[in-house]
């Protein structure tokens, strides 16, 4: 069993190559990087690296796992809420995305590479699974409805993203909470008939 000071060498390691990654993708978009440019931006070395991943593209995955655990405990929150807001996730998302909004442009914009933008998607369509599974099937069976439906608006989520972040749709986070919520409450609408 690792000791807690073991536990924050882990976490501060994880945090370096996490930031060193980012912002490299920020400069050269993700599919130029190698490990080795991860390494040299984190002063990392190769087996401390592949201690924790497997290559660049499992450390991207993590950080994107991380992000979307925080979402996904706060749809938990808000499912449990009384009146709780729909998709309230991507108010967060879009949020934090503002915060960061480098990162993310980098990583669904030109530079981000194909990897990336597929990750990212699922994550998207994760979150909204859960969601539009509730809505759409109450029975709780998995529904070919729901899953279309949740394509659909993860397509249209990441679209938006891609738009706002590039300057394209010049709207507030809270103007661009809105907007997805409108379009997605709309859509489970016309899908449950």
Same mark, same amino acid.
Do not use: C
């Given at each position: 069993?690792?000791?807690?000071?073991?536990?924050?060498?882990?976490?501060?390691?994880?945090?370096?190559?996490?930031?060193?990654?980012?912002?490299?993708?920020?400069?050269?978009?993700?599919?130029?990087? *190698?490990?080795?440019?991860?390494?040299?931006?984190?002063?990392?070395?190769?087996? %401390?690296?592949? *201690?924790? &991943? *497997?290559?660049? +593209?499992?450390?991207?995955?993590?950080?994107?796992?991380?992000?979307?655990?925080?979402?996904?405990?706060?749809?938990?929150? /808000?499912?449990?809420?009384?009146?709780?807001?729909?998709?309230?996730?991507?108010?967060?998302?879009?949020?934090?995305?503002? +915060?960061?909004?480098?990162? &993310?442009?980098?990583? /669904?914009?030109?530079?981000?590479?194909?990897?990336?933008?597929?990750? &990212?998607?699922?994550?998207? @369509?994760?979150?909204?699974?859960?969601?539009?599974?509730?809505?759409?099937?109450?029975? @709780?069976?998995?529904?070919?409805?729901? +899953?279309?439906? %949740?394509?659909?608006?993860?397509?249209?989520?990441?679209?938006?993203?891609?738009?706002?972040?590039? @300057?394209?749709?010049?709207?507030?986070?809270?103007?661009? *909470?809105?907007?997805?919520?409108?379009?997605? /409450?709309?859509?489970?609408?016309?899908?449950?008939?």
């Amino acid at each position: 069993m690792v000791n807690k000071g073991g536990d924050r060498r882990v976490r501060r390691t994880r945090k370096h190559l996490q930031d060193a990654v980012l912002s490299l993708i920020r400069e050269r978009g993700f599919d130029a990087l *190698t490990v080795q440019d991860i390494l040299d931006r984190a002063d990392v070395g190769r087996s %401390t690296f592949y *201690t924790h &991943f *497997t290559n660049k +593209e499992d450390l991207l995955v993590q950080g994107l796992e991380d992000l979307r655990d925080d979402l996904k405990e706060l749809q938990r929150r /808000v499912a449990s809420a009384a009146g709780g807001a729909p998709f309230e996730f991507a108010g967060e998302l879009l949020a934090h995305a503002d +915060e960061h909004r480098d990162v &993310f442009r980098a990583m /669904v914009g030109e530079r981000a590479g194909a990897l990336v933008q597929r990750r &990212f998607q699922k994550m998207l @369509g994760e979150l909204l699974r859960d969601e539009l599974q509730a809505r759409l099937s109450p029975s @709780g069976k998995p529904s070919v409805l729901a +899953e279309a439906v %949740t394509q659909y608006l993860a397509s249209g989520l990441y679209g938006l993203m891609a738009s706002w972040l590039d @300057g394209s749709v010049p709207m507030s986070v809270a103007e661009m *909470t809105e907007l997805f919520r409108r379009l997605a /409450v709309a859509a489970v609408r016309v899908a449950s008939g």
